[in-house]
């Protein structure tokens, strides 16, 4: 099951490092969401894999590590609002300059340096 | 002691006071500007009161922790109060103050709910500087990240909503980053409390210590992006130009948080672990901060805006800075602190001059082209050059005895020839760029005056600039008591077993290490760490 995991946070990190790496808006959007999940499952193996425990103690001499749970919980509601807000911010974008490129464009100084006008 | 118990309870109140405000203006004060105005301008008020309040409470050395929900110290979370984080919370306020009203005479009305966003701004700023456990850390991150997002497209446009997307973007990869620093840590030492994390990390086995040092160096990371180290600074000059003058001159306090969380994390709580720990962050800042000058210096020197020019002097301010840091001894941290201060309310400064210049000259707005003399020259002019002399470090003002310290700490470090002449480069080139940029603006201008007459113009954001350079003024002026608090808080910063006796020393169970937070099988068994003694 380690190997499983690991190969799944690592895939979806470098797919996200991909997407993440393009120039479009929404490539970079999908790249961070699925860095987020990457992140989410990276958070519970802090806790080590165990499979089929409670997450107290209830005596038994096994269980499961909840403050990794309590974690991810906490990631996902504050990755999912942030990825809320950037699908926002990357469609005001596109509708306000018709372009989906993320870069910031190069004329800074649209004003003529001579006559200042 | 009655006395202690209630200084302890307003240990919370710089992070409820904001929150509650910020509530409270988006649902019951929502149109109405008037009463945003007065319920903010009297929260900051009264923000900075209890900063004040909490600095001299702990301006006797005693470290003093809040323990939320009365959960025992390493399982619930703690927020800490030393020297360290109350000037951060004194200068969060004070900051905050002068910019928003400056904010009031007009730009808060730009676009909606400035001022719950900014007191949600304020309330994630108090809270990384006071809480003292890293996941809250990531948290409180978050809070003041969500709403700097707000606050840095506030007023709207294309521009601003590009420099928006890119903005967000890198810090939501730094905060992937974060959650995996702090998956690696916990995963080690099965502790995310700081003071806990300060003892446990002691003891880690030396087969896990390369999986420590990598999520330490990742913290690094992260906290290097908030801080711009070059080549993790391509955000700031882009967002802090696209922001409006007051968010922008708040934001001057949001790189700080950065250098603050590095000497916490890399100063207060891992600086007397193993010895592999110990030098782990050393290496990197020094070389990181000479380039982020050397970048920083080049950014001003080619501006082709004032507004260019007040964002790289951050870089180059955030490379002297950790210059200052990365010796990681009292002397560096004493000279750090002063710089922060100083650096803080300089940068501020100077985007709200930037604004009150910009919105004089038209169509040309902040670009460095000869343009219409602007009217109130001589209290903009002059105000202009006081500021451009605090950014840079000449005298009279409080960047001049900055730069001195800094020169003066570094003087036994083994890179001395090379700091110096960095550092003293740089002045000189940004002593170029200022000249420069004033020149064009006030001397270089022909024709008709514009901008709004010595009747219609509005003094109140004048006044608060002026302000802000007579607070660099007495930063000069009782340099001596300042860096004498400094090195106080300085060693205070650096003394790791008072801030864990402080959080940890009441702690009454005695049962064996790591209880709850590791399972049985897996568990790499760490040797208790000794016990502290119980706080009368």
């Known amino acids: 099951m380690e190997f499983l995991v690991a190969t799944a ?40 894999l165990v499979v089929n425990e409670p997450p107290i103690i209830t005596g038994a001499d096994s269980y499961t590590d909840p403050l990794p749970q309590a974690l991810v919980l906490t990631a996902i509601v504050i990755s999912f609002g942030m990825t809320a807000l950037i699908v926002v911010l990357a469609l005001r974008g596109f509708l306000e300059t018709a372009t989906d490129k993320a870069d910031i464009p190069a004329d800074d100084l649209p004003l003529d340096p001579e006559t200042g006008i | 002691m009655t006395d202690a118990g209630l200084t302890t309870s307003w240990i919370v109140a710089p992070t409820i006071l904001p929150a509650i405000t910020a509530a409270l203006l988006i649902l019951v004060w929502r149109r109405d500007i008037r009463m945003q105005r007065i319920i903010s301008f009297a929260s900051t008020v009264a923000l900075l009161v209890i900063a004040t309040g909490l600095y001299f409470a702990v301006s006797d050395g005693e470290t003093d922790a809040y323990r939320l929900g009365a959960w025992t110290a390493p399982y619930g979370i703690v927020l800490v109060l030393d020297l360290l984080s109350t000037t951060m919370l004194l200068l969060t306020a004070g900051l905050g103050l002068a910019v928003l009203i400056y904010a009031m005479a007009g730009w808060d009305q730009r676009g909606r709910h400035f001022h719950s966003l900014f007191q949600f701004q304020l309330l994630g700023l108090n809270g990384a500087f006071l809480t003292g456990d890293i996941f809250n850390l990531f948290v409180f991150f978050e809070v003041m990240l969500i709403a700097s997002y707000g606050l840095m497209l ?97 934001f001057a306090i949001m790189t700080k948080v950065g250098a603050y969380a590095i000497i916490r994390i890399f100063g207060t709580v891992l600086s007397d672990s193993a010895d592999t720990l110990a030098s782990l962050a050393g290496p990197w800042i020094v070389p990181a901060a000479l380039v982020t000058l050397a970048v920083g210096a080049v950014g001003v020197l080619a501006s082709r805006r004032l507004l260019d020019l007040a964002a790289f002097n951050i870089v180059a301010s955030m490379g002297i800075l950790l210059i200052a840091i990365g010796q990681f001894d009292v002397d560096g941290l004493t000279t750090a602190l002063y710089y922060l201060v100083h650096s803080t309310i300089a940068s501020a400064a100077l985007f709200l001059i930037v604004d009150l210049i910009a919105e004089r000259r038209g169509a040309v707005l902040d670009a460095l082209v000869p343009a219409n003399p602007i009217s109130q020259t001589p209290i903009l002019g002059a105000l202009f050059f006081l500021i451009a002399l605090a950014v840079i470090g000449l005298p009279p003002l409080s960047g001049f005895i900055g730069k ?8 036994d470090s083994p890179d001395v020839l090379l700091i110096w002449a960095l550092v003293l480069a740089a002045s000189l080139m940004m002593t170029i760029a200022f000249a420069r940029a004033g020149s064009v603006v006030f001397w270089k201008a022909k024709g008709r005056t514009t901008g709004p007459t010595w009747a219609t113009a509005r003094f109140t954001p004048m006044i608060v600039v002026g302000f802000l350079v007579a607070a660099s003024a007495m930063l000069t002026v009782f340099a001596g008591p300042a860096v004498k608090a400094f090195h106080a808080t300085a060693e205070q910063a650096l003394d790791t077993e008072s801030y864990v006796n402080a959080v940890l020393g009441v702690r009454t169970n005695t049962e064996p290490e790591r209880p709850i937070t590791e399972p049985a099988d897996a568990a790499p068994m760490l040797p208790a760490p000794k016990q502290e003694p119980a706080r009368p």
Do not use: C, E
Not at chain 1, 12 to 39: C, D, E
Not at chain 2, 215 to 225: E, R
Not at chain 2, 404 to 411: D, F, H, I, R
């Open chain 2, 154 to 250: 506030h007023g709207g446009g294309a521009p601003r909503l590009r420099a928006g997307f890119q903005y967000v973007a890198i810090n939501l990869i730094a905060s992937s980053l974060f959650l995996v620093a702090v998956g690696l840590i916990y995963g080690i030492t099965g502790t995310l409390n700081m003071a806990d994390l300060a003892v446990k990390v002691r003891a880690v086995a030396p087969a896990d210590q390369a999986l420590l040092q990598t999520g330490a160096l990742m913290l690094l990371l992260v906290f290097a992006i908030k801080a711009a180290f070059v080549p993790l600074h391509w955000w700031l000059p882009a967002t802090y130009a696209a922001a409006s003058a007051p968010v922008a001159a708040l």
């Open chain 1, 9 to 48: 946070i690592g895939l979806m990190t470098a797919a996200a490092v991909y997407l993440i790496l393009q120039q479009r808006t929404f490539p970079i959007v999908v790249g961070l969401t699925l860095l987020s999940y990457a992140i989410n499952i990276f958070l519970f193996t802090a806790g080590r």
């Open chain 2, 404 to 411: 001195l310290m800094v020169l003066n700490t570094t003087y």
